[in-house]
């Protein structure tokens, strides 16, 4: 092999091994210890996950993290492939209409967060449409009520990944063969019919990456919680990430925050390992 393919290989993996695997091996390790980020750490073993699995605060952040999953995907595929299918023909304002659902993924994670930080507040945009329509019974301080705040947190994250997801479905439809569905259509079967049966298994490389995404961007949310309510009130919205935020640069724990992170990883590798096995048993 000519030693220029050898350095285009070699040189990615240097940086990949540095950059993403050696700090992933030191938070496995930084696991096994207490440390405060200054002194010398201290070897306590498994000691962190089994605090751990006393934590009350951990349970409600590893809860919102399922409900977050389940919430920010299904809602993110279900818009995002709802708006591909609608977009996915020509028109004078179809490429406007595109641009206006993905442009929310340009706007950085924090600023999204500060902008529905404002939609939210009590004399903000979403009180003021409730009491134009008559519904003033429903207003309340979104972010500071802890049965609602975790929704109105996952309803703006899902504003904004939602573009995304139609992107790539939009993609995927694009590489589907469109004489399959017409024959289907001649043969007398539904649009439902015809999407589902017909188009939904040309598309299933993009759900394996779509699931992949969903999976990742779930578990490592953090800018968008963060700049609307650090994890309040009272802890309801706290997610792995952001209680591993705090452990690690608010407490000073960073072996505690590495045992979270551990954590964090397991359950991402957990799910999609899983949903590969049973992508590759359904195609044999």
């Not at 452990?247 to 590798?269: K, P």
Request: hydrophobic share 55%; charged share 10%; no cysteine.
């Amino acid at each position: 092999m000519p030693l220029l393919v050898w350095a285009f290989l070699l040189l990615p993996l240097l940086v990949e091994l540095f950059w993403v695997f050696w700090p992933a091996a030191n938070s496995f390790s930084l696991s096994l210890t207490r440390w405060d980020g200054i002194g010398l750490a201290e070897p306590v073993g498994a000691q962190n996950f089994r605090d751990l699995a006393t934590d009350p605060i951990f349970r409600t952040a590893l809860w919102n993290n399922v409900v977050w999953m389940i919430g920010f995907g299904g809602l993110s595929v279900v818009g995002g492939l709802v708006l591909a299918v609608t977009l996915n023909k020509p028109g004078p304002l179809v490429g406007l209409y595109r641009s206006a659902i993905y442009l929310p993924m340009v706007v950085s994670l924090a600023v999204s967060g500060l902008f529905w930080r404002v939609m939210y507040a009590p004399d903000g945009p979403v009180n003021a449409t409730l009491g134009l329509l008559g519904l003033e019974s429903l207003q309340r301080q979104w972010l500071a009520d802890p049965a609602v705040a975790l929704w109105a947190v996952l309803i703006a994250a899902v504003w904004r990944q939602v573009g995304y997801i139609m992107v790539l479905y939009l993609a995927g439809l694009k590489g589907t063969d469109p004489t399959l569905e017409e024959a289907a259509a001649v043969d007398g079967a539904s649009a439902w019919q015809r999407f589902w049966r017909i188009v939904m298994p040309q598309l299933r490389g993009v759900n394996t990456v779509v699931f992949a995404v969903t999976v990742i961007d779930s578990l490592r949310t953090f800018d968008i919680v963060w700049a609307m309510t650090r994890g309040g009130p009272y802890n309801e919205t706290q997610l792995l990430s952001t209680y591993m935020f705090q452990q690690a640069f608010t407490t000073g724990n960073l072996g505690y925050a590495s045992a979270i992170a551990v954590v964090i990883f397991a359950l991402a590798i957990g799910f999609i390992i899983t949903y590969l096995a049973r992508q590759a048993r359904t195609e044999d």
